[in-house]
């Protein structure tokens, strides 16, 4: 598994930004990939995870309602499309995959649950 971000940058608030995230290993097939993200001083925070066939998601509950993780596994590529962006939200958004078809509400959050991790992009949303 080899993960790539992409689609970071500047925002103002309200707008919407796409993250991407290319598998180009292609190997993580029937494993559970996530969005997570963090700013300086402060832990990893789950944003969302969907499993590999996109059938079944979980969210973070600052991002419920706002963001969406999707599938395309034609192009093994993890999306989060983040809408109604807030100065919140600015962090390091991270790509991240664990070889397991699903995990329960509480580990499917846990960062130390996953395996592989992307470089990160920086998200920005100025007010």
Same mark, same amino acid.
């Given at each position: 598994? $080899?993960?790539?971000?992409?689609? %970071?940058?500047? /925002? *103002? =608030?309200?707008?919407?930004?796409? +993250?991407?995230? &290319? ?8 494993? +559970? !990939?996530?969005?997570?993200? $963090? ?7 789950? =944003? /969302?995870? &969907?499993?590999? #066939?996109?059938?079944?998601? #979980?969210?973070? @509950? ?8 999707? !599938? @395309? #596994? /034609?192009?093994?590529?993890?999306? +989060? *499309? !983040? #809408? %109604?962006?807030?100065?919140? @939200? ?5 790509? /991240? ?5 699903? +995990? ?7 960062? $130390?649950?996953?395996?592989?991790? %992307? *470089?990160?992009?920086?998200?920005? &949303?100025?007010?």
């Amino acid at each position: 598994v $080899q993960l790539v971000e992409s689609g %970071g940058g500047l /925002a *103002q =608030v309200g707008d919407s930004l796409r +993250l991407s995230c &290319v598998d180009y290993g292609h190997t993580s097939r029937n494993y +559970l !990939m996530a969005w997570f993200r $963090q700013t300086p001083g402060k832990e990893r925070e789950f =944003v /969302a995870a &969907v499993t590999w #066939n996109g059938i079944s998601t #979980n969210y973070g @509950d600052s991002v419920k309602g706002r963001f969406i993780i999707s !599938m @395309d #596994n /034609a192009k093994n590529t993890l999306y +989060l *499309q !983040m #809408n %109604g962006l807030k100065p919140e @939200d600015t962090a390091v958004y991270y790509c /991240a995959a664990v070889a397991a078809p699903r +995990l329960d509400s509480k580990r499917v959050a846990d960062s $130390q649950e996953y395996d592989y991790w %992307g *470089q990160g992009t920086q998200v920005t &949303v100025s007010s």
